[in-house]
């Protein structure tokens, strides 16, 4: 389902417990934007730094777990503990995150989320195409967005 | 009526295989014996490959000869027990057969499918199309050899080759001594290729259908081996096989790789795709005519690499994916198309640039005519006045006149380099069509609005890391030639290109294997890692990543276009780009070029190579053991980078059934389908003292068979990270341990998480890390330690009891030096396997 900004926050306020997943593609400001919006999230929103984001997440200060994202997904799939029913993806290479939201589509039980500048079909909740500068924009309109 | 069974034990008159005073009837290691008595006895006998007396005494001998994939099921099945499938369907319809169209997201199919199970046919399906293709390309190429030399001909296998065809040799029983022996062997791949096909529309059962895509992957590299033989053996490319040790750190010669190695004023002659046989026919031509200074012999892909191992003038012009980057600039005035690894447009794309086609194979005619049996001076001339913008010639050496004599006339006057200036953007309105159809996610538009604006850098860029596919331009509404703009922009970056680079050399040599063989052995080396696929967008990528694992000395194998990728990366340190940095031997601060894609099959022969070479394994007909000690114990990889094609699918099946994991670039997560652990399952992490049976909890080692990872320094350290075996020596855990937590802090500026689970004892903890290690086991996961001293008092199981040294060694992992097994019939003694064990072995338990 196509999302806009409210539809994104209300689908993030209402998760129980959610795991924010950083691929690889995210620079500098977009990533505190991203940090931003797990802290106006609060405790129910963790931090998964995949890709090479752990280490500019470190020096942000935040001390986000290194994740593989094919070991999230393995994990969602055949974990029996307490796991996130949100998953939210941003900063990734679309050819990486379409099979991921295949595999979570069809053999996961958790929510998907992505807030990309591209629309994803196998997203539960997806943004829809966008410039850089409109994602970047409706990213800290989201992150804004959560803590009110 | 009576039916015989097979192996029945009432049939006496078995023939009986005796090795020193241990005989075993033949029909009882087998499981259909007729037809194969003399093989089966001589995989036993046999002096060189067959099985020490006292390893027939040991375990339970079990021979594979011409195996179905069912056959193998013991091993597939604990593989695919422990790396579970993941899949990431393309869709979730079917269309497989006439009672659909049907949906499987929420229920099954008409013919009662469920969504896995289609997704493992897919498997199947992409793993039999890669070992298709091989096998296609190694049955023309022995065709032709039987042809020209008859089934008699002896294979040469050089001086320094002590294990011959050894893929092959695990799975016929046979070595390859002639060619009529190879085209046993390739037969038998073929007959399972159909066998695959057959199954892949009716199997139901999801392992059994993996199991099966393992075997295409196991069939793919035999007939590789076949390829790679057939092509030294009989047409001349250059191997190690038959060099001194002193010669291979400069062997093969180098050649030069990039379009600024090329004369534009010459002719250019390219071949596509796997056009072997033209290709050396036309370099004969052209040595026969005295025209090799004058007539250029490129090549892309495959034909860039083994072209250059047959000829030193070859000049590569990098991997098959991006042909149309030589096309599109007007490089080539002929080019003459095989099969495989060519784009479908290649006519259409040629005729822009009147440039000449020659079609060559039958499986990729390409609607063109076929002018075989016309007169040679009838089909160059119809070429070169344009009458035909393409022919099909099955005879390779016509086909080689024939492109060499167009390629004369046609580069006459022909200008190269003939692209549309930056006004061509101007139509651009910056829809992002070309955004999105991007299969690398490169921001296309933007660069071609700062074109429009008159800035070509942003274009210039995107040449670093495009595919040349053209999906922008065919989406693009304006029509605007966006990758003719990408190199105009460019031009002067494709003109600087020219590095040497060493094509090829097939297998590394035996002194090579002995050399290192000890270190290797006990772990001085952390691993054997071979970086392979179809080259990348970015060719500094695998560049990169071979530099940084030879700098951390790991023995590094490269095959497949990305091996032309490596020739652009510049080592800073040494001042020198990578073929000229480093020796071309598979040693420590060496790494070397085993040749194309066929040349997968001599990284498998090495890591199996090592198996016979260390543990003495038996290579006939033992497929199984060879696996299951390469996954208990043999630190090797495979890196594949590139975009995902059906060759590297079967190819990455082949080598994850052999024990060696996976790790996928970021455009392997097109591949659907993943073998992925559970780390946190600790009933999936064991294995059985290969001496009292016992099963025992162990390490998570490895922890994937094929995983998919995002950026270049997770796959450096995923890789580091897949090395880990749980018989590693104790030095070997300390150097992987090394490996593992310096790439991890280096690249991601943190500690890994998951470091505890490999650590058995205090010992194995890499020197310059051992504080902080032995300090973080305490703090984070509670382990009993003295810190200032550096020693374990006692550590923490993985079930929270805490244990001394010896508690902990008796019950998580195997003791260092121990043999173990993944296969219960490979335990040391039938009371053994039996669960029966001795009372000295109990005694050892209780130790």
Redesign the interface.
């Known amino acids: 389902m196509i999302v806009d900004v409210e539809g994104a926050v209300r689908v993030l306020r209402d998760a129980k417990k959610l795991l924010i997943l950083v ?3 995210l620079d500098g400001d977009i990533l505190s934007t991203v940090v931003k919006l797990a802290e106006g999230l609060g405790a129910k929103a963790g931090i998964a ?4 984001t ?2 500019p997440l ?2 942000m200060g935040i001390d986000a ?2 994740e ?4 999230v ?3 969602m ?3 029996e ?1 307490d796991k996130p029913d949100l998953l939210v993806f941003v900063g ?5 995150l ?3 939201l ?2 979570l ?3 996961a039980s958790c929510k998907t989320l992505a807030l990309e500048r ?1 629309r994803f079909e196998n997203a539960d909740f997806s943004l829809s ?1 966008m ?2 500068e409109a994602w970047r924009d409706a990213l800290m309109r989201i992150a804004e967005g959560v803590i009110r | 009526m009576t039916f015989l069974l097979p192996n029945s034990r009432n049939d006496l008159d078995t023939p009986v295989a005796t090795v020193g005073k241990t005989s075993v009837r033949i029909c009882d290691v087998v499981r259909d014996v007729r037809g194969i008595e003399s093989i089966v006895k001589r995989a036993i006998e046999d002096p060189d490959f067959g099985w020490p007396e006292r390893r027939l005494q040991q375990v339970e001998c079990h021979l594979h000869i011409f195996p179905s994939a069912k056959e193998l099921e013991d091993w597939d099945g604990f593989l695919l027990g422990r790396y ?1 499938p ?5 869709s ?1 319809r079917c269309n497989d057969c006439m009672l659909g169209v049907c949906d499987l ?1 929420r229920e099954r199919g008409a013919c009662g499918i469920d ?2 199970t289609k997704c493992a046919r897919d498997s199947l399906l992409d793993a039999c199309k890669g070992a298709s293709q091989m096998i296609s390309h190694a049955r023309a190429l022995l065709n032709e050899a039987l042809k020209r030399f008859g089934r008699d001909k002896r294979i040469s296998h050089g001086k320094n080759v002590r294990y011959p065809s050894i893929n092959t040799m695990l799975f016929t029983g046979t070595p390859i001594y002639t060619l009529g022996d190879a085209d046993d062997a390739l037969r038998y791949a073929e007959e399972q290729l159909v066998e695959l096909l057959a199954a892949a529309s009716q199997e139901s059962n999801v392992i059994d259908l993996e199991s099966k895509a393992f075997h295409a992957g196991s069939m793919y590299l035999l007939a590789g081996e076949v390829a790679e033989l057939v092509k030294e053996a009989c047409f001349g490319l250059c191997s190690a096989a038959d060099r001194e040790l002193v010669e291979l750190p400069n062997f093969p010669h180098f050649i030069e790789r990039g379009i600024g190695a090329l004369d534009l004023e010459k002719p250019v002659v390219l071949f596509v795709g796997n056009s072997f046989l033209v290709g050396i026919a036309a370099v004969d031509f052209v040595r026969a005519s005295g025209l090799e200074d004058e007539v250029q012999i490129c090549g892309v892909g495959q034909m860039g690499l083994d072209l250059g191992r047959y000829y030193e003038k070859t000049k590569n012009l990098g991997g098959a994916l991006k042909v149309l980057r030589v096309l599109r600039a007007g490089i080539p005035d002929v080019i003459v198309v095989g099969e495989q690894c060519v784009p479908a447009n290649i006519l259409e794309e040629a005729k822009k640039t009147r440039t000449a086609v020659v079609a060559v194979s039958q499986n990729m005619s390409m609607g063109l005519k076929d002018r075989t049996d016309a007169a040679l001076s009838e089909i160059a001339n119809a070429l070169i006045s344009g009458e035909e913008a393409g022919v099909l010639i099955l005879n390779p050496k016509k086909a080689a006149e024939v492109a060499v004599k167009v390629a004369r006339e046609l580069s006459r006057g022909r200008k190269k380099f003939e692209l549309p200036g930056l006004e061509a953007a101007e139509k651009c309105d910056g829809c ?1 069509a070309c955004d ?1 159809a991007c ?3 490169l ?1 296309v538009s933007a660069a071609v609005l700062a074109a429009k604006e008159g800035r070509a850098n942003e274009l210039s860029e995107i040449y670093d890391d495009c595919l040349f596919c053209a999906k922008c331009e065919s989406v693009c509404i304006a029509r605007i030639p966006i990758v003719s703009l990408v190199l105009k922009a460019a031009v002067d970056k494709m003109r600087a290109e020219r590095f040497k680079m060493r094509p090829g050399r097939g297998t590394p040599s035996h002194l090579e294997y002995r050399d290192v063989a000890y270190a290797f052995g006990f772990g001085t080396v952390s691993g054997m890692v071979a970086i392979i696929g179809c080259g990348a967008g970015n060719e500094q990528d695998v560049g990169y990543m071979v530099n940084e694992l030879v700098d951390m000395n790991f023995l590094v194998l490269t095959a497949g276009c990305v091996a032309a990728d490596i020739a652009s990366f510049y080592n800073e340190v040494e001042k020198k780009h990578l073929y000229e940095a480093w020796a071309a031997l598979l040693q420590i601060r060496g790494f070397l070029n085993c040749g194309s894609c066929s040349a997968f099959s001599h990284v498998a022969r090495a890591f199996i190579k090592y198996n016979h070479l260390i543990a003495r394994l038996p290579l006939l007909g033992n497929f199984e053991e060879h696996a299951d000690y390469t996954l208990g114990k043999m630190p090797m990889g495979v890196i594949i980078w590139g975009p995902a094609s059906p060759q590297l699918y079967a190819a990455a099946a082949g080598f994850a059934r052999l024990g060696a994991p996976v790790v996928l670039g ?2 392997g ?2 591949f ?1 389908r ?1 073998l ?6 600790r009933s999936k992490w064991w294995a059985y003292d290969g001496f009292t049976g016992r099963k025992v909890e162990v390490d998570p080692a490895p922890p ?1 068979l094929i ?5 270049k ?2 796959a450096l350290t ?1 890789i580091t990270r897949l090395v880990f075996r749980v018989n590693d020596f104790r030095d070997g855990r300390m150097s992987k341990m090394d490996s593992y937590w310096s790439f ?1 802090e280096r ?4 500690i ?2 998951d470091f505890h689970l490999y650590v058995r004892a205090d010992a194995e903890l890499p020197w310059t890390r051992k504080h902080k290690m032995i300090r973080i086991l305490g703090e984070k996961y509670g382990w009993d330690v003295d810190k200032r001293r550096g020693l374990i008092i006692r550590a923490k199981h993985r079930d929270g009891r805490l244990l001394t040294p010896e508690e902990y060694a008796r019950d998580y992992g195997i003791r260092v030096g121990q043999y173990s097994t993944f296969l219960e019939r490979l335990i040391i003694r039938e009371a053994a396997r039996r669960g029966e064990l001795a009372d000295a072995d109990k005694k050892d338990e209780e130790w």
């Open positions: 691929g690889s593609r730094a995949t890709g090479n752990a280490a470190r020096e777990g290194k593989w994202t094919a070991e997904v393995s994990r799939l055949h974990s503990g990734f290479y679309s050819f990486v379409s099979g991921v295949s595999t589509k069809h053999f591209r195409e410039s850089k | 579970p993941v899949y990431s369907p393309k979730s997201s969504l896995k992002g999105d299969p690398n996610d921001e970021p455009h997560w097109k659907q993943f992925l652990g559970n780390v946190e399952d994937h995983i998919p990872v995002e950026t320094e997770e995923m991890y690249f991601f500026n943190s890994p998480e």
